[in-house]
């Protein structure tokens, strides 16, 4: 069964510094994953994809993905109050497309 | 264009009834996957549907079920309801295949007293 791993934190930083999010997947075979963010009490909003080793930048946020560690990150650039959420980290499970298997989210509060 | 949405917002039951969850989905999009959120834990897959069919389905006994009409929208029927039913049902749209933009509805909090 694919599974993912993410530090459930709290992560706590100070504003405008840098966040760093990590996640771990089990499943070498694995070719897209997401970054959704959660505010409390609202619903999962996806704010980057990656399929390709490497970097991926849109605006402050940068996904990183490395296959080969089964690895992929979320850095929060210049992180702001509004950052202040759960983050959750995802990619398709068996039989791939809409069935995303989801990590438990790592909380992320951005101190003023 | 209004975005995914779901009803009833909250729902409070007791064990053994029976419930019905409401997801109509972004315009133009033809898929509805439907998602369990634990507290403190990450949504997991329930089932998907498309063309009225069910799809695929994740880790869950048959007191799930669900339908899909014509127009996209779908329905979640939980039977039988245990303590552990108590979660955050979300509601996910897209179109067949775009794994890559699955948007979610607000979800439906759910209590089973």
């Known amino acids: 069964q694919k599974e993912v791993e993410q530090n459930s934190g709290p992560l706590s930083v100070p504003e405008g510094a840098i966040a760093s999010l990590n996640c771990t997947y089990s499943?070498?075979?694995?070719?897209?994953f997401f970054w959704y963010r959660q505010y409390s009490g609202k619903s999962p909003e996806l704010i980057m994809f990656?399929?390709?080793?490497g970097d991926k930048e849109d605006g402050r946020f940068t996904a990183q993905l490395n296959k080969a560690s089964q690895y992929v990150s979320l850095l929060i650039r210049d992180s702001q109050p509004s950052d202040s959420a759960t983050y959750l980290c995802?990619?398709?499970?068996?039989?791939?497309?809409?069935?995303?298997?989801f990590g438990k989210g790592t909380k992320l509060t951005v101190n003023p | 264009d209004a975005g995914v949405t779901q009803s009833p917002t909250h729902l409070i039951k007791t064990r053994g009834q029976q419930v019905t969850l409401r997801c109509s989905p972004k315009?133009?999009?033809?898929?509805v996957s439907w998602y369990q959120q634990a507290l403190g834990q990450g949504p997991q897959f329930i089932f998907q549907?498309?063309?009225?069919?069910?799809?695929q389905r994740g880790n869950f006994p048959d007191r799930f079920s669900g339908h899909q009409f014509p127009n996209y929208s779908s329905e979640l029927n939980v039977n039988a309801l245990l303590l552990g039913d108590s979660a955050l049902y979300l509601c996910?749209?897209?179109?067949?295949?775009?794994?890559?933009?699955?948007?979610f509805g607000p979800g439906t909090r759910l209590t089973v007293l």
């Open positions: 996910a749209s897209s179109f067949w295949g775009a794994y890559n933009e699955q948007f």
């Open positions: 499943d070498r075979g694995s070719q897209s």
């Open positions: 990656i399929y390709s080793n």
């Open positions: 995802s990619f398709p499970g068996e039989g791939g497309s809409e069935k995303l298997v």
């Open positions: 315009s133009g999009h033809d898929t």
């Open positions: 549907y498309y063309e009225e069919e069910e799809r």
